[in-house]
C-alpha cells in the first residue's frame, strides 16, 4: 500500500503510522486523562489538554532516537491508541516500547500484541535492532500478557520501584532478541 506517512506498518487487523496532529482530537483527550486509560502512564501525574498533547506529538515527531506511531483499525481506519519505539540507543542497538490502548472498546482484543509484534519486527529487520525492552508494572497484567504474546520474556524485576498511591510496586523487565 501506498503512504504518505514516514512510517506505515500494515498488521492483520490494524496498521501502525506516525502520529499526526490532527490526531489530537477529543477521543485522544479523554483516553490522556481517564484513570484507567492512563493508570500506567507517567503523564497521569498531569492533567493534559489538547495543547499539551499536540505540543508532545511535535516534540516526538522532531526526534531522532524515538518513533512514536498511532495504533489504527484496518477495518475503519480508527485511530484506537499508540505505540513508541524509544529512546533508542543507536550504538548498541537497544530501544524501549511501550504503548496505550486508549480505545477502552478495544481492550483484551489482541490489539496490543498485535502493535508490539509489528513494531518488534520492524524494530529488527527494518532499523537492525538487537534488543528491544518493556518495563511494565507489576499489577499491569494486560501489558505483561500482550508482551508475552508478542515473543517477549520476563527478564528481570526492578524490586519496589514505582509509587503508586501510597505503595511501592516491582517493575517488570521484559525483553526480546533479534534471533
Known sequence: MVTNYKHYIEGERIYLREVRIEDV???YYRWMND????????TRYIPQSIENIKRYVQRMDAKQDEIFLAICLKENKKHIGNIKLGPVNWIHKFGDISLVIG?????????????????????FSTLNMHK????????NIGSAKAFEKAGYHKESTFKKHWYVDGKFYDEYVYVLFNN
Open 25 to 27: 482530537n477529543e477521543d
Open 35 to 42: 484513570p484507567e486509560v492512563n493508570r500506567y502512564l507517567e
Open 103 to 123: 480505545d477502552k472498546d478495544c481492550w483484551g482484543k489482541g490489539y496490543a500484541s498485535e502493535a508490539i509484534s509489528l513494531i518488534s519486527k520492524f524494530a
Open 132 to 139: 528491544l525492552v518493556a518495563g511494565i508494572y507489576e499489577q
